[in-house]
């Protein structure tokens, strides 16, 4: 008997806990998920005005699209830091989130990035995300000009309102997903 839509739909039941292992594998798959939207254009809710990762010729796609996975992972590690927050041991999130990086990173190697750059690449990752934390901390709208200025070599307002728009859209669904689930150790 082929179940319908309705039946497979309440038959998925989110995991009730993770490990840290689960949880960087979870969200490396989601990072690339948004990545490839972001390329693709396929997300269509929060599309980035301004910003052409198809057709230029200038090194500007290599630096744009390095940013936009930059952001996409932040955007990911602010999600689960905001959804264990008080509920999972500092350690045990920092593990999830070193997992997340490490598969990202593997990834990144597995098709095509040479490993002797991924070290710059890291040390960019780490600049960036301590720029967006404060950002963030001060408010959307920082974020969104922070973000801009890294992918666009300048700050556009509707780039920076669309960037807002999809760190949100990224952000609170993941962190209401894990709000539901334990991190629990390896």
Same mark, same amino acid.
């Given at each position: 008997?082929?179940?319908?839509l309705?039946d497979?739909?309440?038959?998925?039941?989110?995991p009730?806990t993770?490990?840290?292992?689960?949880?960087g594998d979870n969200l490396?798959r989601?990072?690339?998920?948004?990545?490839?939207?972001?390329?693709?254009?396929?997300?269509?809710?929060?599309?980035?005005p301004d910003?052409?990762?198809?057709d230029?010729?200038d090194?500007?796609?290599?630096?744009?699209?390095?940013?936009a996975?930059?952001?996409?992972?932040?955007?990911?590690?602010?999600?689960?830091q905001l959804?264990f927050?008080?509920?999972a041991?500092?350690e045990?999130?920092?593990?999830g989130?070193?997992?997340l990086?490490? #598969?990202?990173? $593997?990834?990144m /190697?597995?098709?095509?990035? =040479?490993?002797?750059?991924?070290?710059?690449?890291e040390?960019? &990752? !780490?600049?960036?995300?301590a720029e967006?934390?404060?950002?963030?901390?001060?408010?959307?709208?920082?974020?969104?000009?922070a973000?801009?200025?890294?992918?666009?070599?300048?700050v556009?307002?509707?780039?920076?309102? #669309?960037?807002? $728009?999809?760190? /949100?859209?990224?952000?609170? =669904?993941?962190?209401?997903?894990?709000?539901?689930?334990?991190? &629990? !150790?390896s």
């Amino acid at each position: 008997m082929h179940g319908t839509l309705t039946d497979d739909a309440r038959e998925f039941r989110a995991p009730q806990t993770m490990t840290p292992d689960e949880l960087g594998d979870n969200l490396a798959r989601l990072v690339w998920e948004s990545f490839s939207d972001f390329l693709s254009r396929e997300d269509v809710e929060t599309p980035l005005p301004d910003v052409d990762t198809l057709d230029d010729d200038d090194g500007t796609v290599l630096r744009t699209a390095e940013e936009a996975l930059i952001f996409f992972m932040w955007a990911h590690t602010r999600g689960a830091q905001l959804a264990f927050l008080g509920r999972a041991p500092d350690e045990r999130i920092k593990e999830g989130l070193d997992a997340l990086h490490s #598969a990202v990173f $593997e990834d990144m /190697v597995e098709n095509g990035t =040479p490993e002797s750059q991924l070290p710059l690449f890291e040390q960019r &990752v !780490g600049a960036r995300y301590a720029e967006y934390h404060q950002a963030a901390a001060e408010s959307d709208d920082k974020l969104g000009a922070a973000v801009s200025r890294h992918m666009l070599g300048q700050v556009r307002e509707s780039t920076s309102e #669309a960037i807002r $728009e999809r760190a /949100v859209a990224v952000a609170n =669904p993941l962190r209401d997903f894990l709000e539901e689930v334990e991190l &629990v !150790g390896s």
